[in-house]
């Protein structure tokens, strides 16, 4: 298959199809990291810049193990160590880096938009490892494979996302992708933490997470971030675990063998029970060995284009 | 009244095109307007044929930013009063977010002398002084001072005041001088500076957006305050149909309020934000199209009495960055009247409408030289080729803001002569 895309910015520039063959793709590599010796020699000679402008242990150690896996050379750059803290724009920092002609710049940032911004001004591909509130496309695609090698596949599945909807990427990117493959989606949020017209989404919505998870196949719980109460949009960590807390009962509401899924870090007992976090329910690991064979897969298809193409 | 020296002939009017007019000027002020030809040309007398022409009194801009002093990189008093008069403006009042803030009659009296100097034949230039010390929202700024030194209005526009109380203190002394206050109506911990709209395109984006609400909420108390006090507001760039709203019931009460929106408003919603677009970065943010339908449906009624582009030019690199790091602000006066005659041509907006809101109602709110075609009246004047088809371009714009999301869109209408007091403002 000719790889029709030069960057991966957001899961909407994907059709089906492309969702499909990223995943077809990533059962290919899983393989690879089963073996004894985990290193292929497909990416040899291609370099990969690691740019996170946030703070990342799973999605950049994971962008790392699957270039290196694959024989690709991997160069981290973080924020901090950056010309950025000098005052250097975003366009100069990206343009420096591409002037070291890599194949490749994954980038994490906060600000919405930042990965299609260098994408319009760099010639090598850029992979969005997620940008402000905005997408985080191979988190999504990894969830999806995570829930596909789990059940054979999402097509009429109902997967319910919890928590801080307004301002997660993960969500954004998820609700998407797991439509495009015939997922149907729900959100539970308290209100504060939904986005104004979320209406325009077109998923049913609730406030009520015990009316909510009933029936669903999964639960995908994200990540509350304490500056959330501290802006206002709730009174403490203690009420919202209350309210949205995922645990062993309330899952038991849920369709027969559901699961959950955290894209991580998780604080336990905020989000979801620390017994159901070990629990055989749990696909928070699994969603992390996903990560290296979807990562694996981006990384192929994404650098290998041009030499497809030709 | 002397004899004529200037005569400009068969110009149609915007009001009434079909009936071709001749306007006779003497040492820059009018002398007559009379249905063409029936008045012979005085021997002498500089003659400009305007046929297919439409004579229009010279525009006032009562809200744009001239970055000096401070930032000159962005724009200077000369190449924005070159955009000014290209764009039809005779008038145009600065205002005082400069650097320094445009506080104290020193940095009044440098606005106007670099004006002076730069363009003798126009147009005019009308500082704004800040209403509070440095623009901090803190102490009142010295508005006997600023007034004594040619200031026109005082505004603490880029930063609003959210203390209700000082604000109120200082539409009072304001009041007192007889100078108008222009409010800029956002509630910062409700809209802060998010430059797109709280809807559909910011959560798809994941933008923090700016609710119509924080713009309403200050205006209800602008007109609270107006009507309370009995003292006059000017509520600065309007944008969606709540403000709307209240201004309308607040003026069927008695308060004394006026209001401008500007004309990205009304030809641009949020969609332009898609792709995270930083050109269509302004503050307040593009809105809906039911908010423009009743922005249009306001400037008919006179609901909203004024056209104002809120220039707000900055340089190429400041744009661009990812969406959250641009500042705000569109490039406007090049195209302000191109894109509200289009309206006119296309029936969103009558021409009556377009003159009141460019040209009377500024003039009148802020005692501006106002041209009516009277006898008397200083000549101040545009020819306005309504056939003329341009595509706006960085090379079209004079202005150093080359920031506009009209940027290769063709507009229809063009300027091409502008005379303050009889002379035009567009020649060397």
Same mark, same amino acid.
Request: hydrophobic letters at 45%; proline letters at 7%.
């Given at each position: 298959?000719?790889?029709?895309?030069?960057?991966?910015?957001?899961?909407?520039?994907?059709?089906?199809?492309?969702?499909?063959?990223?995943?077809?793709?990533?059962?290919?590599?899983?393989?690879?990291?089963?073996?004894?010796?985990?290193?292929?020699?497909?990416?040899?000679?291609?370099?990969?810049?690691?740019?996170?402008?946030?703070?990342?242990?799973?999605?950049?150690?994971?962008?790392?193990?699957?270039?290196?896996?694959?024989?690709?050379d991997t160069f981290s750059l973080a924020k901090s160590g950056s010309s950025l803290t000098k005052g250097e724009s975003l366009k100069d920092t990206v343009?420096?880096?591409?002037?070291?002609?890599?194949?490749?710049?994954?980038?994490?940032?906060?600000?919405?938009?930042?990965?299609?911004?260098?994408?319009?001004?760099?010639?090598?591909?850029?992979?969005?490892?997620?940008?402000?509130?905005?997408?985080?496309?191979?988190?999504?695609?990894?969830?999806?494979?995570?829930?596909?090698?789990?059940?054979?596949g999402v097509e009429g599945k109902t997967v319910l996302i919890l928590g801080d909807i307004a301002h997660s990427r993960v969500a954004r990117s998820n609700v998407h992708l797991l439509r495009l493959l015939g997922a149907s989606v729900r959100l539970c949020a308290p209100k504060t933490l939904l986005p104004h017209a979320v209406s325009s989404w077109g998923v049913p919505v609730s406030s009520d997470l015990d009316e909510a998870v009933r029936g669903v196949d999964a639960v995908m719980c994200l990540r509350l971030q304490l500056e959330r109460q501290q802006a206002g949009l709730l009174p403490d960590v203690r009420e919202y675990s209350r309210r949205f807390c995922m645990t062993l009962p309330r899952l038991a509401k849920a369709a027969k063998g559901a699961v959950v899924l955290h894209p991580g870090p998780i604080n336990r007992g905020w989000e979801i029970a620390s017994d159901l976090a070990d629990a055989s329910?749990?696909?928070?690991?699994?969603?992390?060995?996903?990560?290296?064979d979807v990562r694996m897969a981006l990384l192929h298809l994404y650098l290998t284009r041009k030499e497809r193409k030709e | 009244?002397?004899?004529?020296?200037?005569?400009?002939?068969?110009?149609?009017?915007?009001?009434?095109?079909?009936?071709?007019?001749?306007? !006779?000027?003497?040492?820059?002020?009018?002398?007559?307007?009379?249905?063409?030809?029936?008045?012979?040309?005085?021997?002498?007398?500089?003659?400009?044929?305007? $046929?297919?022409?439409?004579?229009?009194?010279?525009?006032?801009?009562?809200?744009?930013?001239?970055?000096?002093?401070?930032?000159?990189?962005?724009?200077?008093?000369?190449? *924005?009063? $070159?955009?000014?008069?290209? *764009?039809? !403006?005779?008038?145009?009042?600065?205002?005082?977010?400069?650097?320094?803030v445009n506080d104290q009659a020193?940095?009044?009296?440098?606005?106007?002398?670099? %004006?002076?100097?730069?363009?003798?034949?126009?147009?005019?230039?009308?500082?704004? *002084?800040?209403?509070?010390?440095g623009l901090d929202g803190?102490?009142?700024?010295?508005?006997?001072?600023?007034?004594?030194?040619?200031?026109?209005?005082?505004?603490n526009d880029g930063r609003p005041v959210a203390d209700s109380e000082l604000f109120r203190r200082a539409l009072e002394? %304001?009041?007192?001088? *007889?100078?108008?206050?222009?409010?800029?109506?956002?509630?910062?911990?409700?809209?802060?500076?998010?430059?797109?709209n709280e809807g559909v395109v910011s959560a798809r984006l994941g933008l923090r957006g700016a609710p119509t609400a924080g713009e309403a909420i200050q205006v209800a108390r602008d007109c609270l305050l107006s009507k309370y006090l009995g003292v006059p507001i000017h509520l600065a760039h309007v944008s969606c149909a709540q403000s709307v709203d209240i201004i309308r019931a607040a003026k069927a009460q008695g308060a004394p309020v006026t209001a401008e929106t500007a004309p990205?408003?009304?030809?641009?919603?949020?969609?332009?934000?898609?792709?995270?677009?930083?050109?269509?970065?302004?503050?307040?943010?593009?809105?809906?199209?039911?908010?423009?339908?009743?922005?249009?449906?306001?400037?008919?009624?006179?609901?909203?009495?004024?056209? %104002?582009?809120?220039? %707000?030019?900055?340089?190429?690199?400041?744009?661009?960055?990812? !969406?959250?790091?641009?500042?705000?602000?569109?490039?406007?006066?090049?195209?302000?009247?191109?894109?509200?005659?289009?309206?006119?041509?296309?029936?969103?907006? $009558?021409?009556?409408?377009?003159?009141?809101?460019?040209?009377?109602?500024?003039?009148?709110? !802020?005692?501006?030289?106002?041209?009516?075609?009277?006898?008397?009246?200083?000549?101040?004047?545009?020819?306005?080729?309504?056939?003329?088809?341009w595509t706006v371009t960085p090379q079209s714009l004079l202005s150093k803001g080359k920031n506009t999301p009209l940027l290769g869109r063709e507009l229809t209408g063009q300027v091409r002569a502008a005379y303050v007091a009889g002379k035009n403002a567009l020649q060397a």
């Open positions: 298959m000719t790889w029709p895309h030069k960057d991966l910015l957001d899961v909407t520039q994907l059709s089906r199809a492309d969702a499909t063959e990223i995943l077809r793709a990533a059962k290919s590599f899983q393989e690879i990291n089963s073996r004894p010796v985990k290193k292929v020699p497909i990416l040899k000679g291609k370099s990969v810049i690691l740019f996170f402008a946030e703070p990342s242990t799973r999605t950049k150690t994971s962008f790392d193990v699957a270039g290196k896996r694959l024989s690709a343009l420096t880096l591409q002037a070291m002609k890599p194949d490749a710049i994954v980038m994490r940032h906060n600000m919405s938009g930042a990965a299609k911004f260098i994408a319009e001004r760099l010639e090598c591909a850029v992979i969005n490892a997620g940008d402000g509130w905005h997408a985080h496309p191979t988190q999504a695609l990894l969830d999806a494979f995570t829930l596909t090698e789990r059940w054979g329910e749990s696909l928070i690991l699994d969603q992390v060995a996903s990560g290296v | 009244m002397s004899q004529a020296d200037l005569v400009v002939r068969s110009a149609a009017l915007a009001t009434d095109p079909q009936t071709p007019v001749d306007l !006779f000027v003497a040492k820059g002020r009018v002398v007559a307007l009379v249905a063409s030809g029936t008045r012979p040309v005085p021997e002498g007398a500089k003659v400009v044929e305007a $046929s297919g022409l439409i004579l229009l009194p010279g525009l006032s801009d009562v809200h744009v930013h001239l970055r000096e002093p401070g930032q000159e990189w962005k724009e200077t008093i000369a190449t *924005g009063l $070159s955009a000014a008069a290209k *764009g039809g !403006f005779v008038n145009v009042m600065c205002m005082a977010n400069t650097d320094p020193c940095v009044t009296e440098t606005m106007l002398d670099k %004006a002076a100097k730069s363009h003798p034949k126009g147009p005019r230039l009308f500082p704004v *002084g800040a209403l509070t010390v803190k102490a009142l700024a010295p508005m006997e001072e600023l007034k004594a030194a040619g200031c026109k209005a005082f505004s002394y %304001a009041s007192d001088l *007889g100078i108008p206050v222009i409010d800029h109506c956002e509630d910062p911990y409700l809209a802060p500076h998010a430059g797109v990205h408003y009304l030809i641009l919603t949020e969609e332009a934000c898609e792709g995270y677009d930083t050109a269509a970065k302004v503050n307040p943010p593009l809105r809906t199209r039911t908010d423009q339908q009743a922005l249009l449906a306001a400037l008919e009624d006179g609901t909203i009495d004024v056209l %104002a582009t809120d220039h %707000a030019p900055h340089a190429a690199h400041e744009k661009e960055t990812p !969406f959250d790091e641009a500042p705000n602000g569109i490039s406007g006066l090049e195209t302000a009247l191109s894109v509200t005659w289009e309206l006119v041509a296309r029936g969103e907006l $009558s021409a009556k409408s377009l003159i009141s809101a460019w040209c009377t109602r500024p003039a009148e709110i !802020f005692g501006l030289p106002q041209n009516r075609f009277q006898e008397g009246d200083p000549a101040d004047f545009i020819l306005f080729d309504p056939a003329a088809r």
